[in-house]
T-cell receptor
Framework: RKEVEQDPGPFNVPEGATVAFNCTYS??????FFWYRQDCRKEPKLLMS???SGNEDGRFTAQLNRASQYISLLIRDSKLSDSATYLC??????????FGKGTRLSVIA | GAVVSQHPSRVICKSGTSVKIECRSL??????MFWYRQFPKQSLMLMAT?????????EQGVEKDKFLINHASLTLSTLTVTSAHPEDSSFYIC???????????FGPGTRLTVL
């Protein structure tokens, strides 16, 4: 079983739509959780950290369920510029980040 | 914010040659850097952890004699792909951890194509 698993995608949605990505992780010792965004042929960039209480940053909302080892990302009012691959990432302590395979999002005009 | 640079951004080489990729942390001293590899439509896979002043720690399945890592200073780590073959063609991305360990910043990546 892979350490971090995500929706396979791709997600093709119209502008203004709400889209949700899911992620599960296998190691219950995982302590830190993130969503990264990666544009084509570019490096990943931190979108937001994920906290147990849930957190929101503008149109983006992240949720963590430690009991289910499940992480989600909700994007409201999708923009064309949101088109990218979204990577679910976990970490145990100060060990290296572990990446999911990513879910590709295409927002269509 | 912190910046990590990587050079070259793209390299095309013949099979059998060696390629060196540099990773620099520009805003902070990084005692630990990481090297990842990403094949098309795949996730970033950690290759090795580079520690300043000591030997790198390689992940299972990564040949240390093929992927030479040197972390001679607190701001520079290099990855040398020795005797490169077409199957080594990939996107190589380095990452530097801040001294506190709280954050990890990524370089822009190096796209290697071996003919």
């Amino acid at each position: 079983r892979k350490e971090v698993e995500q929706d396979p995608g791709p997600f093709n949605v119209p502008e203004g739509a709400t889209v949700a990505f899911n992620c599960t992780y296998s190691n219950s010792a995982s302590q830190s959780f993130f969503w990264y965004r990666q544009d084509c042929r570019k490096e990943p960039k931190l979108l937001m950290s994920v906290y147990s209480s849930g957190n929101e940053d503008g149109r983006f909302t992240a949720q963590l369920n430690r009991a289910s080892q499940y992480i989600s990302l909700l994007i409201r009012d999708s923009k064309l510029s949101d088109s990218a691959t979204y990577l679910c990432v976990v970490r145990i302590g100060n060990t290296p980040l572990v990446f999911g395979k990513g879910t590709r999002l295409s927002v269509i005009a | 914010g912190a910046v990590v640079s990587q050079h070259p951004s793209r390299v095309i080489c013949k099979s059998g040659t060696s390629v060196k990729i540099e990773c620099r942390s520009l805003d902070f001293q990084a005692t630990t850097m990481f090297w990842y590899r990403q094949f098309p439509k795949q996730s970033l896979m950690l290759m090795a952890t580079s520690n300043e002043g000591s030997k790198a720690t390689y992940e299972q399945g990564v040949e240390k004699d093929k992927f030479l890592i040197n972390h001679a200073s607190l701001t520079l780590s290099t990855l040398t792909v020795t005797s490169a073959h077409p199957e080594d063609s990939s996107f190589y991305i380095c990452s530097a951890r801040t001294p506190s360990g709280a954050e990890q910043f990524f370089g822009p990546g190096t796209r290697l194509t071996v003919l």
